[in-house]
């Protein structure tokens, strides 16, 4: 069954102390695997798709990085902003559909 | 580009009661996608919709039912509510065909509280 482990649950970070976050997957053929942001009572919002092993993006304080197994989001010098809920999610294993199968997410806190 | 639109963004209801969600998908999209957030459980799939057509479904009871018009809008319908049924649902569209087609954009969610 295809799955998604997202870990920690909950980090908290002084602003400027860099971190990673970490999503563990099993899926039967990746076809991609995605990086969200939530802020409470909100939509997530698009961050990183990833679709091969060694592949890495960045975007602002973000850098997402993939291998076979995992993924992680790197976060380099944190502001207060950047506190949010970040969700991973992979495509559903079965393809050609919109299903997209969600971790617990990562809540991050950063105090100034 | 306009994104995502979802409406209303808030509805109580009582249970027994049915409901409709509306969700507008950015524009040169056509599939949409619908889920469930609750705080248990997480973001879990409901269906998603393609060319008017449900292309794929999630685990939810037939109480959950939804469609999409020609112009890509896209209801649900939740039948008969539950106290459990209380949630954020959210609807997602992405281009539905092509490359990177798997990317979905994500509405602000209607927040639905069951009574």
Not at chain 2, 19 to 47: D, E, K, M
Request: aromatic share 12%.
């Amino acid at each position: 069954e295809d799955q998604v482990t997202q870990s920690p649950e909950a980090l908290r970070l002084q602003e400027g102390e860099s971190s990673s976050l970490n999503c563990s997957y099993t899926v039967s053929g990746l076809r991609g695997l995605f990086w969200y942001r939530q802020d409470p009572g909100k939509g997530p919002e698009f961050l990183f798709t990833l679709y091969s092993a060694g592949e890495e993006k960045e975007k602002e304080r973000l850098k997402a990085t993939l291998t076979k197994k995992e993924s992680f989001l790197h976060i380099t010098a944190p502001k207060p902003e950047d506190s949010a809920t970040y969700l991973c999610a992979v495509i559903d294993g079965s393809g050609n559909t919109g299903k997209l199968i969600f971790g617990q997410g990562t809540t991050l806190q950063v105090k100034p | 580009k306009a994104g995502v639109t979802q409406t209303p963004r808030y509805l109580i209801k009582t249970r027994g009661q049915q409901v409709t969600l509306s969700c507008s998908p950015i524009s040169g999209h056509r599939s949409v996608s619908w889920y469930q957030q609750t705080p248990g459980q997480g973001l879990q799939f409901l269906f998603e919709y393609f060319s008017e057509t449900q292309r794929n479904k999630g685990n939810f009871p037939g109480r959950f039912s939804g469609r999409q018009f020609s112009n890509s809008r896209s209801e649900m319908n939740v039948s008969t509510l539950e106290l459990g049924d209380s949630a954020l649902y959210l609807c997602a569209s992405s281009s539905g065909q092509g490359a990177f087609w798997y990317e979905q954009y994500f509405g602000p969610g209607t927040r639905l509280t069951v009574t």
